[in-house]
Nanobody, 127 residues
Framework: QVQLVESGGGLVQAGGSLRLSCAASGRTFSRYAMGWFRQAPGKEREFVAGISWSGSGTYYADSVKGRFTISGENAKNTVYLQMNSLKPEDTAGYYC????????????????????WGQGTQVTVSS
């Protein structure tokens, strides 16, 4: 079993920055990709960013391209999401997830591809 624990959420003014962290523990897959999703009240959970096992493949939702950066440290089983130029519409619960993959340079964007999920951390951006 895998446990994912997010941290780093909080309240920030529009234009500000936050850095989310996600630490994985337990029996992880031999090769996995990590992703960040978010869910606002009344909306479906949506893909935000993903990173491949090798770290060479990164993927972003159009709404966050150029503002968010995903990175990871395999040795620490940790993935980060640096969020800059935050907007009120970025307000949501942010969840990290782990997906078993067979390719080193691929990370899925579909929610159903992810096997394990964290409990989430709240990000609130005030205008």
């Amino acid at each position: 079993q895998v446990q994912l624990v997010e941290s780093g959420g909080g309240l920030v003014q529009a234009g500000g920055s936050l850095r989310l962290s996600c630490a994985a523990s337990g029996r992880t897959f031999s090769r996995y990709a990590m992703g960040w999703f978010r869910q606002a009240p009344g909306k479906e959970r949506e893909f935000v960013a993903g990173i491949s096992w090798s770290g060479s493949g990164t993927y972003y939702a159009d709404s966050v391209k150029g503002r968010f950066t995903i990175s990871g440290e395999n040795a620490k089983n940790t993935v980060y999401l640096q969020m800059n130029s935050l907007k009120p519409e970025d307000t949501a619960g942010y969840y990290c997830a782990m997906a078993r993959v067979f390719g080193a340079d691929y990370a899925p964007t579909a929610r159903r591809a992810y096997d394990y999920w964290g409990q989430g951390t709240q990000v609130t951006v005030s205008s």
